[in-house]
């Protein structure tokens, strides 16, 4: 089949996101502008560059309360996030944290989760994470849309700080059978890494 994202496809949902799959989930903690901690899980989220790593999150829409995002409006006005990286162990906390919550809700007390100290930045890390990113906010891209009550904003962010731990680590190298990282596929789909194989890249 062919379809225009512009017209209508015919499909029960739609295939977009299904296609661009599996994507890695960025759970980010930041805080607002008067300290209070906020956790969300985004699920357009990726690494971008690595030298210096750069990640890079799209916050879409609105705050069921009205205004932007917490995560955004934190972002903005602190400048720093943890992007903290959901392993299948944690899958139904950060389910929990994805709800649209009241911005009076402490999504780490809903979800059961402990607040860890960073250590380059303030916001806390999610302590029961197996690998966080300390990042400080780069730039901040408004992207098209087609809904004018819809915002749609990427947000980049350069890690100044990783956190790995020791259990996932062997021989120097992360073991992603010991990590086993989820991501997201389409519609209300995750997966998570069971198999792993190694390719060499051609020598020319």
Same mark, same amino acid.
């Given at each position: 089949?062919?379809?225009?994202?512009?017209?209508?496809?015919?499909? /029960?949902?739609?295939?977009?996101?299904?296609?661009? +799959?599996?994507?890695?989930?960025?759970?980010?903690?930041?805080?607002?502008?008067?300290?209070?901690?906020?956790?969300?899980?985004?699920?357009?989220?990726?690494?971008?560059?690595?030298?210096?790593?750069?990640? +890079?999150?799209?916050?879409?829409?609105?705050?069921?309360?009205?205004?932007?995002?917490?995560?955004?409006?934190?972002?903005?006005?602190?400048?720093?996030?943890?992007?903290?990286?959901?392993?299948?162990?944690?899958?139904?906390?950060?389910? %929990?944290?994805?709800?649209?919550?009241?911005?009076?809700?402490?999504?780490?007390?809903?979800?059961?989760?402990?607040?860890?100290?960073?250590?380059?930045?303030?916001?806390?890390?999610? /302590?029961?994470?197996? +690998?966080?990113?300390?990042?400080?906010?780069? /730039?901040?891209?408004?992207?098209?849309?087609?809904?004018?009550?819809?915002?749609?904003?990427?947000?980049?962010?350069?890690?100044?700080?990783?956190?790995?731990?020791?259990?996932?680590?062997?021989?120097?190298?992360?073991?992603?059978?010991?990590?086993?990282?989820?991501?997201? %596929?389409?519609?209300?789909?995750?997966?998570?890494? *069971?198999?792993?194989?190694?390719? *060499?890249?051609?020598?020319?």
């Amino acid at each position: 089949m062919f379809y225009k994202p512009s017209e209508p496809h015919g499909l /029960k949902h739609g295939p977009f996101k299904a296609i661009v +799959a599996p994507r890695p989930i960025g759970w980010i903690s930041s805080l607002a502008a008067d300290g209070t901690a906020n956790l969300a899980p985004f699920s357009f989220f990726n690494a971008m560059a690595e030298f210096p790593p750069i990640v +890079a999150m799209a916050i879409n829409g609105s705050h069921s309360e009205g205004g932007a995002k917490d995560t955004l409006e934190n972002i903005h006005a602190t400048k720093e996030f943890v992007c903290n990286m959901v392993s299948y162990d944690l899958r139904a906390e950060m389910n %929990l944290s994805s709800g649209m919550h009241p911005r009076s809700v402490d999504e780490f007390e809903k979800s059961g989760l402990t607040k860890e100290p960073s250590t380059l930045v303030k916001p806390p890390r999610v /302590k029961e994470s197996p +690998a966080h990113l300390e990042c400080v906010h780069y /730039k901040t891209i408004v992207l098209p849309s087609n809904n004018p009550d819809v915002v749609n904003t990427m947000v980049l962010g350069e890690v100044i700080g990783i956190h790995i731990s020791d259990d996932i680590i062997v021989d120097g190298m992360i073991d992603m059978q010991k990590y086993r990282p989820l991501a997201r %596929l389409g519609y209300m789909d995750y997966c998570h890494v *069971q198999d792993v194989f190694a390719m *060499q890249r051609p020598k020319v």
